[in-house]
């Protein structure tokens, strides 16, 4: 299946790629990720044009990998610097691909198509991860599925009531008023449910849990994969700014057909330095999304035995929406891509 390449994708986040050669295949590309000497990240293709070794088994010469193999030398522009070998000519296919990169607001961002067409401007806006307002509690894992059944998953957000109702199940949530709005290549999904009881997750942090509160859950998409949650409740009638909520980070890379790392992570705008409110985050990302998103996705992944949902002819619900409409923007995006003469048939904003 094609994947969108002309675009931003997150390969790491900023403190994952250090000094130590990174490897991290990515849209099934071998990527590797270091650092360089100036505290620079860098990413350049993982497979040695020789015999193929992964670079990531050679080592890091100052801002040169040097191949384990049989040690030709590559710099952070993808070209052999060095060929120890015979007389030191150094073959005009002896190169690997180098990836242009932005590291912003702790994420690594990498552009996996055209080099010349990477404009950091279009990265989305991750400001919240480093706004000291918030804490931020993060991490990254592997699902065995493909990255729209990821996405689907966030676009999709009743299945919180199920299969995260001891954590986020709200009797009023599914007759919650439901917009969704488009704009360029992002896609808003918003739900408020007034006067409601507050969901479980928020429970420990109210001064009276059992007062009626007016909930919200909002999520944005953005082309292919980026998507914030920001979750609050505030006392009945006051602006949300009063309110306690988590902006939250999900942002989905294929790393191959059928897996797809996913980077995630929540900012709370209360009580920043209490460690059982660290904790308490870390506890339900590791039950929300390692135990309960992960398994059903990797099961749904399974039984479905192919990437192509529309092949399989799924029901569709009127939850759906918000998912759908993001397959249909990737499918335009995917085909203006690769059938050039072909142009979304929404409007981009640029
Ligand atoms: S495989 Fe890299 S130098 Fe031979
Ligand atoms: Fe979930």
Redesign the pocket.
Known sequence: MAFLRNTWYVGAWACEITRELTPRTLLGEPVLFYRKENGEATAIGNR?P????PLHLGKLVGDVVE?G????KFDCTGSCVENPHGDHKIPSAARVKAYPLVEQHGLVWIWMGKPELANPADIPDYSHLVDPRLKTIGDLMLQQAHYELVVDNLMDLTHVNYLHAPYQKNDDFLAAKHEVVQQGRMLDSLRSIPSTTAPPSFVPFLDDPAAPVDYWLNIRWHAPGACQLEVGVVPVGRPRAEGIRRQGTHIVTPETDTTTHYFYASSRNYLLDDPKADLETRNWQQVGFHEQDKPMLEAVQKMMGTTDLDSLKPVLLASDVAAVRVRRMMKELIKAETEPQAQPIFVLNK
């Open positions: 040695c020789h015999r193929f070794a191949c193999y049989h040690g030709l």
